[in-house]
């Protein structure tokens, strides 16, 4: 632990005593922002091989790509139980010292404290361009592999299923699966999601595609030469998309329809992954 | 002749000897005539046993419960045994209030020497249940339950219960409960639960949603024992974001299947301030038969009570525990583990205090011993003797107490001993214990910890313990 670190540790112990918890936290994450980058950053996300769904996988990936676009060392911890050790019950989260932060948003929050930020060059129209198509593939491209994953029949007792329950004895496995997917329904059914066909998925997906490839429009990345957070999160779930086989795999043709997009996939991937396994 | 009323548990045949010798001293001179009769010289059988008031329940269990008193020979045994049947009809549980009459027998086929004993029972109502207090480990409880006494007219009964914990615990439990006839007295029991617990001196809560069979017997009068298997679903979760990373790894849902066997025996005269007697009780689960959980843990609980003088009690208790892993592939979560230290266990600290810490949160170790030394007396100067008074106790102690983590089978016998007797903890103090209704004590203690270790949180000053179980 840094020498500051005990300083917090220990405002942190008096705060304790005269603040509610809420406030606590707020502080502590803008106390501990005042820290450089740790040494031993973690992130942790669920096994990659046997226990991973596609739009967890998709959501840590964009971290990872976050963070290498940031020049950020952290090692991966794979952990079987990552999602409910998690402050937000998703994943992925770093801990970065004493501090916990969950999910790109938060992440990406938490590197802008340290004085770290991909966006610096952006104007405010730019950065709320930028918010807007974030949210936009959270609210659409998440949300159908979300229904790809536990709403398909097929590719829900083909992978879904085994994949989720790996980690799980008989037969909490099936509790945990039910239950899991009795939670993923009740969102889809809030965001109208539910009641669609897997073909009104596929054109809400390709709609998404289409805006996306428009607004890149043959660019190096979405704004200008330098890759941005929107970028780590196209590629976090393009790329997943690509190289996932599922049973059902009309999303890859979805997306293999706009080559731009794929460009860019393939871009980020030989900047900042393959560059890494060469050396 | 009236109705034989329970508090005559110890009585014995010296005891009415001297009762009646007593009554007859007492008043010699108003009732002249009175004479000592010896109630073991009189010659009676029993012609004729009524029942009044059945209507559901079956007529088998009944009679299992009164048959013995057919077989008195004189007037002491009918009283005895009379008294006996009513104790066995009142665990049926079936009963609201149970009366004895003992008449001579009258008609045709009664003998001159026979007597005809009647039990006037009230059955339970079909369905009961209301909204009490009570009162748990260090808080108060508000439950609310539900009774169907006596389902099948043989004792069996479900029972539904909610509670709500002063300190944001919640349990719900529906129960079958189903005794059996036969010398050992074997009742079975099984249940579907969901608990729901807050441990803020380790950062998480727990929620607990299983089912749970127990098989209660007695190998004799006095050893109780109950086997039981649990099939829980675990699901760990910290308090806050601040909890120490040490717990936040421990958080998901787990499975745990495991066998308990759990002996108890009890020979104190009182549940809360024993005068005599001794408590043991031996604590054995092996969780990992299916599911993802694994160990053994056994514990030991022991009590002894010496009467000294005049109201003065001394009180010497101990446990201990002992946490093994038995495979590399079950875990063993934070809940599982053994915790010591607080207004119930070593006083003069913090619940669950001694031991390991990390960022303020108690991780527990696999093993512990704990001892006590009590010396309850009346209050001073003895106000509401006799009664108010009884209910309260001066209260001196002495409580010692450690925790480790050692493996028996790696370890040998010195290293252990080593890391039992390094580093005790020892608090003393006294305080006011109090009764609560005949189901719980209440303690106030000024409490001065006098040997501790660096990571334990202590609590010295005026501390406050409600419970059932205290060291």
């Known amino acids: 632990m840094p020498p500051n670190a005990t300083i917090i540790w220990k405002e942190e112990e008096i705060l304790r005593n005269i603040m509610p918890t809420p406030l606590i936290d707020r502080l502590s994450v803008e106390l501990g922002a005042q820290e450089p980058w740790p040494k031993d950053v973690k992130l942790y996300q669920p096994y990659e091989v046997e226990q991973i769904l596609l739009p967890d996988n998709a959501n840590c990936l964009a971290v990872q790509a976050f963070l290498k676009m940031c020049n950020l060392d952290y090692q991966v911890e794979p952990r079987p139980n990552a999602e409910a050790m998690s402050p937000t019950g998703r994943v992925p989260f770093i801990k970065a010292g004493r501090f916990v932060t969950a999910e790109l948003e938060g992440i990406v929050q938490f590197v802008n404290g340290k004085g770290i930020s991909l966006t610096d060059k952006l104007d405010n129209e730019q950065k709320s361009d930028m918010r807007a198509y974030m949210t936009l593939i959270r609210n659409v491209i998440e949300i159908a592999e979300l229904y790809i994953c536990w709403v398909d029949k097929e590719t829900y007792n083909e992978v879904t299923s085994v994949r989720n329950g790996s980690v799980y004895p008989w037969p909490l496995n099936h509790i945990q699966n039910r239950e899991k997917r009795s939670q993923i329904i009740k969102k889809l059914k809030v965001l109208n999601w539910y009641s669609k066909t897997i073909e009104e998925v596929y054109q809400e997906v390709e709609n998404c595609c289409e805006a996306l490839s428009v607004r890149l429009d043959n660019k190096h990345y979405f704004f200008g030469e330098v890759p941005t957070e929107l970028d780590a999160l196209v590629f976090g779930h393009l790329f997943t998309i690509i190289t996932t086989p599922l049973p059902r795999n009309d999303l890859v043709e979805i997306v293999r329809r706009y080559p731009s997009l794929i460009n860019l996939v393939k871009r980020i991937e030989m900047e900042y992954f393959k560059k890494e396994g060469k050396l | ?471």
């Not at chain 2, 002249?32 to 079956?58: F, M």
């Not at chain 2, 039990?119 to 109502?125: A, H, L």
């Not at chain 2, 509401?384 to 010692?400: I, Q």
């Open chain 2, 1 to 471: 002749m009236g109705v034989i009323h329970a508090k005559v548990l110890d009585e014995t045949a010296t005891n009415i000897k001297r009762f009646s010798k007593q009554t007859g001293i007492a008043e010699p001179l108003e009732k002249p005539d009175i004479r000592e009769v010896d109630l073991e010289n009189i010659q009676v059988t029993v012609d004729k046993i009524n029942v009044d008031g059945l209507t559901r329940t079956k007529d088998d269990i009944i009679e299992d419960c009164i048959k013995d008193l057919f077989q008195a020979q004189h007037f002491q045994e009918v009283l005895l045994k009379a008294h006996k049947a009513r104790i066995k009809l009142e665990e049926l549980g079936c009963f609201k209030n149970i009366g004895v009459y003992i008449d001579v027998s009258k008609g045709p086929k009664a003998r001159s020497d026979g007597l005809e004993v009647t039990f006037d029972v009230k059955e339970q109502r079909r369905v009961t249940g209301g909204v009490t207090t009570h009162i748990g480990n260090n808080e108060g409880v508000l439950l609310v339950g539900l009774r169907l006494p006596n389902l099948f007219g043989r004792g069996e009964k479900i029972q539904l219960e909610y509670s709500h914990g002063s300190k944001k615990t919640s349990n719900f439990n529906c129960s079958f409960i189903k005794p059996f006839r036969g010398k050992y007295r074997p009742t079975l029991t099984a249940a579907i639960l969901q608990n729901q617990s807050e441990w803020p001196n380790s950062g998480y809560k727990q929620q607990e949603r299983g089912i749970l069979f127990d098989l209660g017997f007695y190998s004799n009068s006095l050893f109780k024992h109950n086997l039981q298997w649990e099939g829980i679903v675990r699901n760990l979760s910290t308090l806050t974001r601040t909890t120490s990373f040490d717990v936040r790894e421990q958080s998901g849902v787990s499975l745990k299947s495991s066998f308990k066997h759990l002996l108890s025996i009890d020979l104190r005269d009182d549940h809360i301030f024993p005068n005599t007697g001794s408590f043991v009780q031996l604590t054995s689960e092996l969780a990992g038969i299916g599911g993802d959980v694994g160990f053994l843990k056994n514990e030991v609980s022991v009590q002894d009570n010496y009467y000294l003088f005049d109201g003065h009690v001394l009180q010497a208790s101990f446990i201990a525990g002992y946490l093994s892993s038995i495979s590399n592939t079950r875990k063993i979560s934070i809940a599982d583990r053994c915790y010591l230290g607080g207004p119930l266990s070593v006083r003069g600290f913090e619940t669950r205090g001694v031991g390991p810490h990390s960022d303020g949160d108690a991780l527990g170790t696999n093993s512990y011993w704990a001892a006590g030394l009590h010396l309850f007396t009346p209050l001073p100067f003895r106000p509401g003797r006799g009664g108010f008074g009884e209910l309260f106790r001066t209260h001196f102690f002495l409580n010692a107490g450690n925790v480790g983590n050692f493996n028996l089978v790696k370890m040998n016998k010195s290293d252990i001993i080593q890391v039992l007797i390094s580093n005790v903890r020892i608090s003393y103090g006294v305080g006011v214990a109090l009764k609560l209704g005949n189901i719980a004590r209440l303690e106030v203690n000024y409490c001065f910890p006098y040997k501790f270790d660096k990571g334990d949180q202590t609590h010295p000053g005026i501390q406050f313990g409600i419970g059932v179980q205290f060291l």
